[in-house]
């Protein structure tokens, strides 16, 4: 079975909204990574972006959600191990985790670097580690076509890029990422996820910020636009009704 999960990063505030007024209404799980440091303090060092963090108790009641995953993001918004475990611990004092998944800082993780620490992460109960798109071949020529596509929107030539992002049966460690950025359109995201279904293989949406057009932070690279959500959140629904997908979250992809 194909699977999709929506997957957001930090920890903002708007993702509350996408989660009432969207997802809840829909039915739709996601997951929801957090940077611990970002939620309590707007002086760490390391803040993922300048946007409305959650509150702590928001992210124990979202934790308190059946739909919600609350992963790790680390403490603050970087990957050294330390960190990254410092985060997972936080979230399981606060919202009694056990099973939980993290999501790399920027994707920055490499293949080599998750490999050094896979025994620690794992001794710590930790899931998964999930990351950016996978590019195994043409690497620079696929970050150039992407750099292109931003401004002609081909979804041939945005499916072709994450082709080989798309979620192997294999993939159950190491969980690669579609990144979705203010530049994606709705019509190149529907493309890539009829490509899923048609190749059998799963994907996750990477998101950040979900707003509507005049909103603070809405011409962001890393916000979506919130009418381009809902209507990709009702094809998603779809799709699922039918019988072609099924939505659900990052700890859950092989279940």
Known sequence: MVKIVLSFDDGRKDNI?????????????????ITTQYIESSNCKVLPCLNTSMTKQEVVELSENPLIEIAGHGKEHHN????LLEGVTVLREWCHIGDIGIA??????SLDEINNIRNIILKNNIKYVRVGDRINNLIFL??????????????????????????????NFILYSVPVLKSTSLKELKYLISEAVKKNKSLILMFHSIKKKGEEFYDDRWTWDYDNFCVLCKYLKK????????????????N
């Open 239 to 254: 799709l699922e009704n039918i019988g072609e997908i099924k939505l659900t979250k990052s700890i859950d992809l092989n």
């Open 80 to 83: 050294e191990i330390n960190n």
């Open 104 to 109: 790399s800082p920027y994707s920055g993780l």
């Open 142 to 171: 696929k970050k150039c076509i992407r750099k292109i596509n931003t401004y002609i929107h081909s979804k041939f030539l945005y499916r072709w890029i994450y082709k080989d992002t798309m979620l192997r049966k294999e993939d």
């Open 17 to 33: 909204r996408v989660i009432q007024e969207i997802l809840a209404p829909l039915q739709i799980p996601a997951t929801i990574n």
